[in-house]
């Protein structure tokens, strides 16, 4: 089974930072790789798909990069809506799905 | 609008089982690969199964935990999701949610993500 593995599990930033949160696969996925927003109470919303295709809807200042093993989302200047719960998710296997661990955004 | 709705959920005995359900409409349900993906209370998302569309062989792949104690099925003409689970066990306890299975095909690969996602059901599972 492939692993996901996020870093880091929470972090505390400030409105207007620039945020980064890393997954890292346990073989390569190519750009197999999304991500998740979460809120307290609510269904998952996707963010970005393919490593770093922009979900239709989602603001500008969200972004993904990476292939292989080593993926990143970042956020350009956090708003107050972006504090969340945030999961990366492999499709390279598509008869066995995994999610990373998740990283709590807190405001500092 | 697509929409997903789950039902079902409830409090169950362990070794009981319990069936959900996941109304979809706003789509081609038909088309659409479903899973479901589960979520523990205070805990991350962890992915239950998958069913296929009947075109591309109507097919289920699961999760280890609940291989041979949960089934997922279709019904196409209801456009319904189901996930049977039998066996329960207190680890079972989470919020179950029904997901699409979007993807896309490009000439290296096809990509696959799940969206969008019902609002889930509870399903608790405690003597």
């Known amino acids: 089974d492939i692993q996901m593995t996020q870093s880091p599990s929470s972090l505390s930033a400030s409105v207007g930072d620039r945020v980064t949160i890393t997954c890292r696969a346990s073989?390569?996925?190519?750009?197999?790789l999304n991500w998740y927003q979460q809120k307290p109470g609510k269904a998952p919303k996707l963010l970005i798909y393919a490593a770093s295709s922009l979900q239709s809807g989602v603001p500008s200042r969200f972004s993904g990069s990476g292939s292989g093993t080593d993926f990143t989302l970042t956020i350009s200047s956090l708003q107050p809506e972006d504090f969340a719960t945030y999961y990366c998710?492999?499709?390279?296997?598509?008869?066995?799905?995994?999610f990373g661990q998740g990283t709590k955004l807190e405001i500092k | 609008e697509v929409q997903l709705v789950e039902s079902g959920g409830g409090l169950v005995k362990p070794g009981g089982s319990l069936r959900l359900s996941c109304a979809a409409s706003g789509f081609t349900f038909s088309n659409a690969w479903m899973s479901w993906v589960r979520q523990a209370p205070g805990k991350g998302l962890e992915w239950v199964g998958r069913i296929k569309s009947k075109t591309d062989g109507g097919t289920t792949d699961y999760a280890a935990p609940v291989k041979g104690r949960f089934t997922i099925s279709r019904d196409d003409s209801k456009n319904t999701l189901y996930l049977q689970m039998n066996s329960l066990k207190t680890e079972d306890t989470a919020v179950y949610y029904c997901?699409?299975?979007?993807?896309?095909?490009?000439?290296?690969?096809?990509?696959?993500?799940?969206?969008?996602w019902g609002q889930g059901t509870l399903v608790t599972v405690s003597s």
């Open positions: 998710q492999q499709s390279y296997s598509s008869s066995m799905y995994t």
């Open positions: 997901t699409t299975v979007a993807r896309v095909i490009r000439p290296w690969g096809v990509y696959n993500w799940f969206d969008p």
């Open positions: 073989q390569s996925i190519s750009s197999y």
